[in-house]
């Protein structure tokens, strides 16, 4: 059996939350729809103390200990590549495993090539948060990564470019706190990752601390199905979460779909209260639809983008906690070997995209993606290969807009 997680296939995750949706949730639904940073957000990107080691060996063991003194450390940016700030070297590799990887001894890894990163930076926690769940979210971090707080090991994750969510709440302590990451650049998943492009490590997404309450909108999914050419039925799960094993109270879920001036466009959806019992982690998944007619549909000329409000309710009809998410009616089929948009053919001109910047390296800000999405228009592309991999949750927001 291999000595470390890294090196395990049969652990790719630590103490990690259930994946959910990308979502952002506020405390009413005027907030979520302001368009703002949630008041139950708070950025963790910025300067991080940082030190770097050329294999896990000479890493600083104890560096996420509160007493720990990392006064002599340098500081590094995130998200940013550790390679671009001059630590290790960029390496490209076209065919073949990445150095320190080969494919006679998979899933071990060299150990004398394997960098480790350790990041360390405090932050406060709000006080308006006392009372919620805290979750920490890291939205890609190449290749493997353990979490501290508070010198408490929190857990582990790989994955380089799918979030990773832990729940802090537990190692939490009012006012200022310590949290850290070590960071390795291989694992057992790098083997995976084995695709034509520039190699860098580091936390190269952004990192995000994001409070709930213990009643909490775990996940959604919205669809809708046209009955006819002109009448759709717009349709919603919603998972709720009550992590309190005290409350067992009635609550209810509200969904409201809005047009561009905030206006509603069909009946709003109100699921069912339900109580849920009192012990922990308990869940339920409510379904609810309504119908409206000839829903204004999106294409890529008229990206027409409809807003749903979430809305958690308690017993008073009071909101508990809200999110809204844009959504785009359309009908996307294959006959006759042709892709059918609305039931208008579509001619494909596509091309790769990787994550990269000449600058930042796989630190790819929101800015960049703009521009990248603002070239391929003017060259008429209309669709975009993600090579290889889950692009930054902003990419998709672009696709569905004109910009």
């Known amino acids: 059996m291999p000595q470390h997680d890294w090196e395990n296939p049969e652990i790719f ?71 671009m700030h001059g630590y290790g070297r960029p390496q490209y590799v076209n065919i073949g495993p990445r150095p ?17 990163g350790s990041y360390r930076r405090t932050f406060t926690l709000p006080n308006e948060w006392n009372g919620m769940r805290v979750f920490a979210r890291f939205d890609g971090v190449r290749s493997a990564f353990y979490l501290f707080v508070n010198g408490h090991k929190v857990g582990y ?40 492009m520039w190699r860098l490590s ?17 996940d959604f999914q919205l669809w809708a199905d046209f009955e006819s050419e002109d009448v759709a039925t717009f349709r919603a799960m919603v998972l709720v979460e009550s992590q309190d094993p005290q409350a067992a109270q009635p609550f209810s879920v509200q969904i409201s779909l809005l047009d561009h001036e905030g206006e509603p466009v069909c009946e709003t959806i109100h699921m069912f209260e339900i109580t849920l019992p009192r012990h922990t982690g308990n869940q339920a998944r409510m379904v609810g639809e309504t119908w409206l007619n000839a829903p204004r549909r999106w294409s890529a000329e008229d990206p027409y983008l409809y807003t749903v409000l979430l809305e ?4 008073d009809g009071e909101v508990i906690e809200a999110t809204a998410r844009k959504f ?23 091309v790769n995209r990787h994550e990269i910047d000449p600058i930042l390296g796989q630190a790819v800000t929101r800015e960049r993606m703009e521009q990248d999405v603002k070239l391929l228009k003017q060259y008429n592309i209309n669709a975009l290969r993600t090579s290889h991999y889950p692009n930054h949750p902003y990419l998709y927001d672009l696709s569905l807009i004109h910009i």
């Not at 958690?312 to 017993?315: E, I």
């Open 13 to 83: 995750q630590i103490n990690t939350t259930v994946p959910h949706t990308t979502a952002s949730f506020h405390p009413n639904g005027r907030s979520a729809l302001n368009g703002k940073v949630s008041p139950w957000e708070q950025s963790l990107n910025g300067e991080w103390q940082f030190h770097w080691s050329p294999n896990p060996r000479s890493r600083p063991k104890d560096f996420h200990q509160l007493e720990y003194d990392a006064s002599d450390w340098d500081t590094i940016p995130v998200p940013a590549n550790w390679e």
């Open 202 to 218: 580091g936390i190269f997404r952004d990192v995000t601390l994001w409070a709930a309450p213990y009643l909490h909108m775990q």
């Open 312 to 315: 958690l309710l308690d017993p």
């Open 157 to 196: 994750s790989q994955g380089s470019c799918t979030p990773a969510e832990f729940e802090i709440s537990a190692y939490l302590q009012p006012g200022e706190n310590l949290i850290a990451a070590e960071v390795y650049s291989l694992c057992d998943g790098t083997y995976l990752e084995d695709q034509d």
């Open 100 to 116: 320190g990887l080969s494919k006679s001894r998979i899933p071990g890894i060299d150990h004398k090539k394997n960098q480790v």
């Open 328 to 350: 785009g009616f359309r009908t996307i089929e294959i006959k006759d070997r042709q892709i059918l948009i609305n039931g208008q053919p579509v001619l494909m001109k596509g």
